[in-house]
């Protein structure tokens, strides 16, 4: 498009050739559904999605996001998707998981 800023890969920062690559990254919280046991039919339900959606109005938008689901969007360059399809949690393993204790052990041992 005419005009348009060069993007940049948000992984090496150099100047994206052509349409380049979309990374969107969604965390949200798991939620199986709701269960109803015989003991919630009794309640008041409407009282109870009205407190719910006064706490709800009352949370700021971002503590909202932040809490139910936050989502990322990056331009990457061929290279760099490349590199981040083969392996995306690399960046993200901590210390003390089954992976790293694995990797330190074999570093150890040589
Ligand atoms: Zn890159």
Request: charged share 40%; net charge positive; proline share 3%.
């Amino acid at each position: 498009m005419a005009g348009r800023k060069p993007k940049k890969c948000a992984i090496c920062g150099k100047k994206i050739k052509g349409d380049g690559f979309v990374l969107k990254i969604v965390c949200y919280v798991a939620f199986d559904g709701i269960e109803i046991r015989p003991e919630d039919l009794s309640k008041d339900i409407k009282k109870q999605i009205r407190d719910e959606l006064k706490k709800i109005r009352k949370m700021s938008k971002k503590r909202l996001q932040d809490e139910v689901a936050k989502w990322w969007e990056f331009s990457l360059c061929q290279t760099c998707a490349e590199e981040y399809r083969k392996n995306p949690l690399r960046g993200a393993r901590r210390e003390g998981t089954m992976y790293e204790k694995g990797r330190n052990a074999d570093l150890s041992s040589g």
